[in-house]
């Protein structure tokens, strides 16, 4: 089993809408959470990093975190089709340096 | 322009033949590494440095070698490339103490690796 499982999709979604991503994780060590977003043939940009149960708005996106649950999400809210994109999440151990990527989950916006 | 560069972006390459993918940043970024992404397996890290001289194993290490003798290289080598290493693979930079301490990680565009 996956330490970190996430829905591939495609989701698709009419401009304007909510995309509503997650991830579920296994291992009660992990303390740091990320979402990346990537472009086709680009690699991952940073889109939220968060270390704390709780919600972290930033524009558009909003993160939540729910350790005691071991899932994490992402809200894109206002849709547009420049979020056509793959959504990655990723999170850290406590004093580590590794991040273990989810497999992504692509999204695709309609005008 | 602050920026993690790969080269070569795409190469078909036979069993065997050694072959290195070289990385540069350019924003004395401390930690670096590679990673390998595959369908439906997501990115998996190859290996990790911490600073020059400093690399360690990460998930998926065996038939890869790394070196960091300047801070801003860290070249990805492929002693003996085998089909299972084709691959899309990218190198990454954090600031000092790695990606926890913000969460970021630079990513360079990605070279796409097949070996037949």
């Known amino acids: 089993q996956k330490e970190v499982e996430q829905d591939p999709g495609p989701l698709s979604v009419p401009e304007g809408a909510i995309v509503s991503l997650n991830c579920t994780y296994s291992?009660?060590?992990?303390?740091?959470f990320m979402w990346y977003r990537q472009y086709s043939r680009k690699g991952p940009e940073l889109l939220m990093y968060t270390y704390s149960s709780g919600n972290k708005e930033d524009g558009r996106f909003t993160a939540q975190v729910d350790k005691s649950s071991k899932y994490i999400s992402l809200f894109i809210r206002d849709s547009q089709p420049s979020d056509s994109a793959t959504y990655l999440c990723?999170?850290?151990?406590?004093?580590?340096?590794?991040?273990?990527f989810g497999g992504g989950t692509r999204v695709l916006v309609k005008p | 322009e602050a920026q993690v560069t790969q080269n070569p972006r795409y190469l078909i390459t036979v069993t065997g033949k050694k072959l290195t993918v070289t990385c540069s940043q350019n924003?004395?970024?401390?930690?670096m590494s590679w990673y390998r992404q595959d369908p439906g397996l997501g990115l998996r890290q190859i290996y990790y440095s911490m600073n020059v001289e400093v690399t360690d194993k990460g998930d998926v290490p065996e038939g890869y070698k790394v070196s960091r003798k300047e801070k801003r290289n860290f070249p990805l080598i492929l002693e003996s490339p085998s089909p299972n290493q084709t691959s899309l693979y990218f190198c990454?930079?954090?600031?000092?103490?790695?990606?926890?301490?913000?969460?970021?990680?630079?990513f360079g565009e990605g070279s796409r690796l097949t070996v037949l």
């Open positions: 291992n009660s060590a992990f303390q740091y």
């Open positions: 990454a930079s954090s600031l000092s103490g790695g990606p926890a301490n913000t969460g970021e990680l630079f």
């Open positions: 924003m004395n970024h401390e930690y």
């Open positions: 990723a999170m850290i151990r406590a004093a580590g340096n590794k991040l273990t």
